[in-house]
């Protein structure tokens, strides 16, 4: 399993946030909204460990536990009739999922909510 921050992806959630900024870990800076769209893959493509170490280096900087919003992929097969969300034994080991977000009625993302905590 490979992972890639997506700030882009999430923007319907950022909205709801109310103009509160998220991490954008390429820039090392928290931003309102996505603005590198010139700039083709953005976000290299991790490894679980790779993962784990910048969501390590994110909870020091910001003191503690924090919430994950993750985009689910669509079905790689055809016949599946919901998107992939990974297990948790390939997450990294410090998220714990919360919650599926309910599917859009329109055309749209889907999403989980995670709990990132060192207690874990």
Do not use: C
């Not at 909205?15 to 931003?31: F, K, M, T």
């Not at 996505?34 to 280096?57: E, G, I, Q």
């Amino acid at each position: 399993t490979t992972f890639r921050w997506a700030v882009d992806a999430i923007q319907p959630v950022m909205v709801e946030l109310g103009n509160r900024p998220i991490y954008d870990p390429v820039a090392s800076a928290y931003e309102p909204f996505f603005s590198h769209y010139n700039v083709n893959d953005y976000f290299p493509v991790m490894s679980k460990t790779a993962v784990d170490s910048r969501l390590r280096a994110i909870a020091t900087e910001v003191g503690g536990r924090f919430v994950v919003v993750a985009y689910r992929r669509p079905p790689v097969e055809s016949g599946d009739a919901q998107p992939r969300t990974p297990s948790q034994n390939e997450l990294p080991d410090r998220l714990m999922k919360l919650t599926d977000l309910q599917p859009p009625f329109d055309y749209g993302e889907d999403y989980s909510l995670y709990l990132y905590s060192e207690d874990r």
